[in-house]
């Protein structure tokens, strides 16, 4: 149980295009949705937390207009890299929360490896 | 100031053996959460084990552990009987807020590697 699917797992796209990352929750509804980045050899930062039917919340120093998160339904988040740049590659993780007794513990997509030519 | 430390970029361990992952963590909430992943070649985030804040016994998992010494703040990762398949990063993380407003943070993560 608690699967999490991303889609694509890599893209390869040209310099001012947009890009959209779909993020499901198979097998259970996740109230909460959370955007990582993950640049090589670092850590996981979070972008942005989003709740199904609300706005997400981004963390500070991520471009609101930039990367647009649609929490459209309970299985589904979208993450769009809008216009965008060689900078903006990278690994992108999303995750969905689960609230059981274990303190609401996080189940991770398998990422999204975006390259920007 | 960082919240979660890890001060081992990289680690050895014989198979076979165990090995200690350390984790600091820094927090004002009474109320928080800690997490260890792994997080293999592929890229897909492994979750290990959690320990709750309120927990008075350690968590186990299997061959996990978690010596968690909340006085101290700090909640390292014990892997016993180390595998070669554990050879991966670990990335310790902590879970702050309340729900509804949950955040992780993780640290800057521990490179593993099980030698034959």
């Known amino acids: 149980g608690a699967v999490v699917s991303q889609h694509p797992s890599w893209v390869i796209c040209k310099s001012g295009t947009s890009v959209k990352i779909e993020c499901r929750s198979l097998?259970?509804?996740?109230?909460?949705m959370f955007w990582y980045r993950q640049f090589p050899k670092q850590s996981l930062m979070l972008m942005a937390t989003s709740n199904e039917g609300s706005k997400a919340t981004y963390e500070q120093g991520v471009e609101k207009d930039k990367f647009l998160i649609n929490h459209a339904s309970l299985t589904l988040s979208t993450l769009t890299v809008t216009s965008a740049h060689p900078e903006d590659s990278s690994f992108y993780i999303c995750?969905?929360?689960?609230?059981?007794?274990?303190?609401?513990?996080?189940?991770f997509g398998p990422g999204t490896r975006l390259t920007v030519t | 100031a960082q919240k979660i430390t890890q001060t081992q970029p990289g680690m050895f361990v014989q198979e076979k053996e165990a090995v200690t992952l350390d984790c600091t963590y820094d927090?004002?909430?009474?109320?928080?959460?800690l997490f260890w992943y792994k997080q293999p070649s592929s890229g897909e985030m492994i979750f290990l084990i959690y320990?709750?804040?309120?927990?008075?016994q350690n968590a186990t998992e299997g061959r996990y552990s978690l010596n968690f010494q909340k006085a101290r703040k700090s909640a390292n990762l014990v892997i016993s009987a180390s595998q070669l398949g554990d050879s991966a990063m670990y990335f310790c993380a902590m879970r702050e807020g309340t729900s509804g407003t949950y955040k992780y943070i993780f640290g800057t993560g521990t490179r593993l590697k099980v030698l034959a």
């Open positions: 097998d259970f509804q996740a109230t909460t």
């Open positions: 995750s969905a929360r689960v609230a059981t007794n274990r303190g609401g513990e996080q189940y």
């Open positions: 927090t004002s909430d009474q109320s928080y959460g």
């Open positions: 320990q709750g804040s309120y927990d008075e």
